[in-house]
Structures are given as structure tokens and as C-alpha cells.
């Protein structure tokens, strides 16, 4: 439900700023207010992600700029993805690999 109302909002507020009655810059801070959540990332879900781009571990490290050892530590639960990482996850999960390459 969230996400249809942030794009709802996102659709009237562009709309607006044709018309002209929103600045540029409101209609990007309302953007990014509608942003959408990035998930918390589990070692399966990254596992799954990984194989479903048919990635080695290390071809995922070299898209995100990472060590092999870090992907090994989130696969294996001894660490989590946070920030870019799990930004990159996020957008390599909804857009596809093509969005990062």
C-alpha cells in the first residue's frame, strides 16, 4: 500500500511541477521522502540473488567494489550488507544486473 501512495503522490507532485505551480526542488525533495524502504538483506535472500544472476561470489564482489571475503561473511550470516552495499542489493533485486554494469 505504501508504495502506491508514495507513487501516487510522486505522479501528482511531477504534474504539478509541469504546470508549474512545484519548484524543481520541492518536487525532488518529495522524491526522495517517497523513496522506497531497502530491506534487510538475509544470507539465503543473497545467495538466491547471487545464483539467480549466475554471479560467483567474487564476480558479485567485483560489481559492488567489495572483497570476495565480504560477500563470503554475508552469505555465511557473519556479517550484513548496510549502505551502498545493501542499496546496491536492493536495485540488483528490483532492476536486474543491468542497472549496476
Wanted: with cysteine; glycine share 4%; charged share 25%.
Amino acid at each position: 500500500m505504501r508504495k502506491s501512495i508514495a507513487e501516487s503522490i510522486t505522479s501528482t507532485v511531477k504534474d504539478l511541477n509541469k504546470s508549474g505551480l512545484v519548484d524543481d526542488i520541492t518536487m525532488r525533495n518529495i522524491e526522495n521522502l517517497c523513496l522506497p524502504e531497502i530491506n534487510d538483506y538475509s544470507p539465503a535472500q543473497i545467495i538466491s540473488i547471487r545464483k539467480r544472476f549466475k554471479l560467483s561470489q567474487a564476480a558479485l564482489a567485483s560489481i559492488f567494489n567489495i572483497s570476495p571475503s565480504t560477500v563470503q561473511k554475508w552469505e555465511q550470516g557473519n556479517k550484513k550488507p548496510a549502505g551502498a552495499s545493501r542499496k546496491l542489493l536492493d536495485i540488483m533485486e528490483r532492476k536486474g544486473l543491468d542497472a549496476l554494469i
